[in-house]
């Protein structure tokens, strides 16, 4: 029986990021070193979801995955766009792939729905895109007619083998939270706050905002490929010998 | 007294500073130059030159101008900071962090030095350093929220989850308003925060502080996960099944949900009824679900299990679902559930299935539903539960039949021929279900495997070849080195071990090894960049994770191999020249040995020239041998491993892989057992205990262990020099717990046989110690060992460890003849008792 888990968020199952590196090796052309996996992970862990072959008796631990490394069959691995070039938030399936043996469960099919709800929520993603082979016929079938995504365009020669992609993308934004209502509830909680507020204290004294020293972090280029590591993601002043 | 610069060199070595950071390295080096030109001595320009040659690879010269730099000019912050960017570079980061230090002294204020600093104590999870280092960087940057979760996880992981607790507070407390819903990062502090409270045992406060907090937080399942398991926790039963309750609703294929519901429901799992009822109303609400088919039949008995079993495999069956047998085969632990299992499966294909109309779809349908079951029977028969592998033959037969386009049949087909124990067979039929689909990297992945279990490794190669990169440099095999394809370099290095070549074994086991160390290494860069992206708890686990990185089974395989590897090495040294043939029997002629060395080291010496050729004519080939992102990539010196498997110390290079082995995995009783083997060989008796006492408390009736038992006691007795006193004594005291020196050992023996005379790898144990006792009557022995063939239960693995006991008693080749052939027999479809 097949579990569809969270990759990073809660509970984390990072420990099946080798697994997973295996099960997108042995299924697709396209692959990435873990550091690859780890950025996603780690930079939006509640986009990543994993299909995984519960154990004979269940869990060991009873209420977690963890330390337990089951057999991994199917894996989402999405992103945000880091710097939409029309500034619109949206979200990106990095890869998604569903071991042969184990097609016709509904799991890849799942597993983009638990992706897209936590975009849409997480990230309030306008639409979600995604490239795929304009041979495979049953992604095609998944995406379009079950997903209900709709061709973009065409990328000529996407592929390192030379094939096109189709780009496309879906929509996502009926599944937004309602921002207007948890404004509600906070201003709610913020009357009734008042109504029973101390005064408050003075916060320890390294806690004492200077008020001009609002620095802004430096944007940094982020640029991750094939063989790119974040080792290329860190920012350049990160080893700054003088300055 | 350091060299001056003038403002024009000073503006110049600006310059260079900037070029580094931009990675336009030829110009900061040609920069660096004409400053050194004038001022042959300036410290600092020397350090950023060293600083560039580093980065473009040329660590040794590096380091030679950066101690240059050093000595010109001891008191500057950059000489000692680029001094232990090199070491970092290095990864020496014990000479790395004192570097620093030496820096930071100089320059207190310097915010890149203390950055650094800190990022190597997390590294080297300094967590008291990380403190003290974390804390100087809020002080000097208090506006910065990263700076206050930074000192957070600090005091977090360092076991301080009060002071943690109190630092995120005491930011929290400096916001006015709460931050706009948009902002990742106060929402992720937030739940961090719940995170070290929950952490803390305090699960009450953590409830609360989640429900008034939780409502604004976007990340909406991770809420939801967390107030579910508090509320579990908390016993606060009817909230609690409200709570997986919506989470099922969320995702209803998340057999953990389930499993919480059941526990916040208070059922029992006797009480099947009531369970059943639960996981029904679920699979009413969604139809399309498995979970709440397929669990049911785990605890459903007799006819109610008969009748749900029916309905769902009829379901699965007409889905056509390939998993449908690996999802059912967990049940046949319980043998009615098998038994029922067959018969009903063998039920669908003996009765035509009436479904009353004869038009085109309905035929189709009722062929793919025939084709499925026969399918499903073929994995049924070649399962080691319910094994009978001609009946498997046959139905893989039918299905194919049916559906000649098959992938999936055709691959079972391959794994009925593994399991006659036929790998030549096996890798040929794969290879036709490869070719039936040549597009899909799956079938081509397991033609490949199955081509590696047959040692056809150049073949295999040439298989995966087609979904690799193969101008990287080393080509197909580097590609996969490169990305890091763990399964390969694995199953290759066991075929190459199998095959004797210990030098590419060892070479494939070292790549894994070297791979873990990346991912090790990996982490490095999530310490800051983590921070800046703000989420923690991601972050936070994934530093646990990479402290028992090594845990993963996939480090366990390769660990082992390489062991064992190591070990046949330090036995026959001269494995390390190649595959010899085993040594033929008890009166070894040397001349004949002399005579294969002589042979193999010109193999060795012809393999090394031919491999340097193709590399040359690769190099020739490719004028400009960049990888894609410019680097210059190193070539391997030793590709053909001829430099590991020619080590002088066998068992201490083994013990870079057990010690961790031991370390992570010390619940593996594989591990213990070569734990011993390698610590026994070293003379480290003590060592050599401990693995045994670890094994015997794992499994005190392992057949390994056994023999181990006896083999220890019997070099306890050999000792050419008595053990120091103080180890003699532990060792003494400890074994006799595990093996009396009173015990009579034949008696022992006898008694392990008879505690466990079902067993076929309990006799062979058995009989092994019976050689060792009497070595005399190893005839006797042989005999009873080909005898085990007999028996109804032995297994194909165990009648071919069989065999290698013969060679491990060091039998003499009739014996072994004599034992192959009565195998063969038996197995007649078999070629692994083929004796070359």
Same mark, same amino acid.
């Given at each position: 029986?097949?579990? *569809? ?57 009873? @209420? ?15 992103? %945000? ?5 029309? +500034? ?10 569903? %071991? ?6 509904? &799991? ?27 041979? @495979? ?9 079950? /997903? ?25 934004? @009926? ?19 008042? #109504? ?48 | ?96 962090? $004192? ?6 002294? &100089? ?11 800190? /990022?190597?104590?997390?590294? %080297?999870?300094?967590?008291?350093? !990380? ?21 957070? *996880? ?89 709570? !997986?309750?919506?989470? /099922? ?15 916040? $429901? ?12 639960? !996981? ?55 043998? @009615? #559930? ?8 063998? +039920? ?94 799956? &079938? ?133 020249? +190649? ?118 408390? *794992? ?63 309990? $006799? ?73």
């Amino acid at each position: 029986m097949v579990d *569809i888990l969270p990759l990073s968020s809660y509970p984390s199952y990072i420990d099946l990021l080798p697994a997973i590196q295996t099960c997108n090796i042995t299924n697709l052309p396209e692959n990435y070193f873990l550091k690859y996996y780890l950025y996603h992970a780690l930079t939006w862990p509640q986009l990543s979801f994993v299909a995984v072959v519960r154990p004979r008796n269940g869990y060991k631990a009873g @209420n977690t995955v963890a330390g337990e490394y089951p057999k991994v069959v199917g894996y989402v691995l999405a992103k %945000m766009e880091e710097e939409p070039t029309d +500034g619109v938030q949206h979200g990106h399936i990095t890869s998604l792939s569903v %071991m042969r043996t184990h097609r016709r469960l509904g &799991i890849a099919e799942r597993l983009m729905r638990m992706s897209q709800r936590a975009m849409a929520e997480c990230h309030r993603a306008q639409f979600v895109s995604l490239h795929v082979r304009v041979s @495979n016929v049953a992604a095609l079938h998944l995406y379009r007619d079950t /997903l209900g995504f709709q061709v973009d365009s065409v990328e000529s020669s996407y592929y390192a083998d030379g094939e096109d992609a189709y780009a496309m993308r879906m929509d996502l934004s @009926n599944m937004w939270l309602d921002w207007a209502e948890i404004e509600r509830k906070d201003r709610e909680r913020q009357a009734s706050d008042e #109504k029973d507020a101390d005064e408050g204290d003075e916060v320890g004294e390294v806690g004492k905002k200077e008020e001009n020293e609002k620095e802004k972090e430096k944007m940094v280029r982020v640029k991750v490929g094939r063989s790119l590591g974040v080792g290329d993601l860190v920012e350049r002043n990160e080893a700054q010998a003088s300055s | 007294m350091p060299q001056q610069l003038s403002s024009k060199d000073a503006s110049l070595f600006r310059q260079v500073v900037r070029y580094y950071e931009n990675k336009q390295y030829k110009k900061g080096i040609k920069t660096a130059e004409q400053i050194l030109r004038k001022t042959p001595n300036h410290g600092d320009t020397l350090a950023m030159k060293a600083l560039i040659m580093s980065n473009q690879g040329q660590q040794e010269e590096a380091f030679a101008l950066a101690k240059e730099a050093l000595k010109n000019d001891m008191k500057s912050h950059i000489c000692w900071h680029v001094y232990g960017l090199l070491y970092r570079a290095e990864k020496n980061y014990e000479e790395a962090i $004192k570097a620093y230090r030496f820096a930071l002294r &100089i320059e207190p204020e310097s915010q890149p030095i203390q950055r650094d600093l800190a /990022l190597l104590q997390m590294q %080297m999870r300094d967590y008291q350093g !990380y403190i003290q280092s974390r804390t100087t960087m809020l002080q000097a940057r208090p506006a910065f929220r990263q700076n206050w979760t930074a000192l957070a *996880i600090a005091h977090h992981l360092s076991g301080d989850l009060e002071e943690a607790e109190k630092v995120l507070t005491t930011y929290e407390e400096t916001l006015k308003t709460p931050p706009p819903l948009s902002d990742m990062e106060h929402s992720e502090a937030t739940l961090y925060k719940n995170m070290v409270i929950a952490e803390s045992g305090n699960l009450e406060k953590a409830l609360e502080h989640l429900d008034s907090v939780g409502y604004r937080i976007s990340d909406v399942l991770a809420v939801m996960e967390m107030k579910a398991d508090y509320l579990l926790r908390l016993g606060r039963k009817e909230e609690a099944a409200a709570a !997986y309750t919506a989470l /099922l609703e969320r995702n209803s294929e998340n057999s953990l949900y389930y499993d919480g519901l059941i526990k916040a $429901k208070d059922l029992s799992s006797d009480d099947h009824k009531a369970l059943k009822e639960v !996981y029904d109303s679920w699979a009413e609400k969604y139809p399309r679900g498995d979970s709440p088919r397929r669990i049911p039949l785990d605890f459903l008995e007799g006819d109610d299990f008969k009748q749900a079993a029916d309905a769902y495999l009829q379901r699965m069956l007409k889905k056509g679902v390939p998993s449908l047998f690996a999802n059912i085969k967990l049940l046949y632990t319980n043998i @009615n #559930k098998r038994d029922t299992v067959q018969e009903l499966v063998e +039920g669908y294909v003996s009765t035509p299935q009436s479904n009353g109309s004869a038009d085109g779809s309905a035929a189709k349908d009722n062929n793919d539903f025939l084709s499925s079951a026969y399918y499903f029977l073929a994995q049924h028969y070649n399962y080691h539960l319910s094994r009978d592998l001609s009946k498997a033959m046959q139905n893989v037969e039918k299905a194919i039949e049916l559906s000649p386009k098959a992938v999936e049949y055709q691959m079972t087909k391959a794994r009925i021929w593994k399991h006659y124990g036929n790998l030549e067979k096996a890798a040929e039929e794969m290879e036709k279900a490869r070719k039936i689909d040549e597009k899909d990297r799956h &079938i081509n992945s397991k033609a490949a495997k199955y081509q590696l279990r047959n040692n056809e490794n150049d073949k295999a190669l040439d298989n995966m070849s087609k979904f690799t990169r193969n101008e990287t440099v080393g080509g197909a095999l580097g590609d996969l080195h490169e990305m890091q394809c763990v399964w390969y370099l694995t199953e290759d290095g066991e075929s190459y071990l199998r095959q004797r070549k210990l030098g590419l074994a060892l070479k494939r086991f070292h790549a894994v090894f070297n791979i873990f160390d990346v991912w090790q290494e990996d982490q490095f860069d999530f310490h800051s960049f983590s921070l800046r992206k703000g989420m923690i708890r991601a972050y936070v686990d994934m530093v646990r994770w990479e402290d028992r990185l090594r845990e993963h089974p996939f480090y366990a395989r390769i660990a082992l191999s390489a062991i064992k590897a190591y070990l046949l090495l330090h036995d026959q040294p001269d494995l390390a020249y +190649g595959p010899l043939p085993v040594n033929g029997g008890d009166e070894a002629d040397e001349a004949e040995r002399k005579k294969a060395l002589k042979k193999a080291k010109k193999e060795q010496q012809r393999l090394e020239k031919a491999e340097a050729e193709k590399r040359e004519a690769i190099r020739k080939a490719a004028a400009n041998p960049k990888s894609t992102e410019g680097e210059v990539k190193k070539e391997d010196p030793d590709p053909l491993g001829n430099k590991l498997v020619q080590t002088q110390e066998p068992l201490k290079d083994a013990l870079k892989f057990l010690t961790p082995l031991l370390e992570y995995c010390p619940q593996d009783i594989e591990a213990q057992c070569l734990g011993f083997e390698v610590h026994l060989r070293r003379g480290k008796y003590a060592l050599a205990l401990k693995c045994l006492s670890a094994a015997h408390s *794992i499994d005190a009736s392992n057949p390994t262990l056994h023999v181990q038992l006896l083999r220890f006691r019997q070099a306890l007795n050999k000792l050419s020099e008595p053990l120091a006193p103080q180890v003699a004594e532990v060792v003494d005291s400890e074994f006799e717990a595990l093996l009396p020196k009173s015990q009579k050992l034949d008696e022992w023996n006898a008694s392990f046989l008879s505690e466990n005379k079902d067993s076929v790898p309990h $006799k062979h144990a058995y009989l092994t110690c019976q050689q060792l006792l009497t070595p005399e009557s190893k005839p006797e022995t042989e005999k009873e060992l080909a005898s085990t063939l007999d028996a109804s239960i032995v297994s194909l693995e165990t009648a071919l460890a069989g065999l290698d006991l013969l060679g491990e008693w060091g039998s003499n080749q009739a014996a072994k003849t004599a034992y192959a052939e009565k195998a063969s027999s038996k197995w007649p479809e078999s070629t692994l008792f083929r004796i070359a």
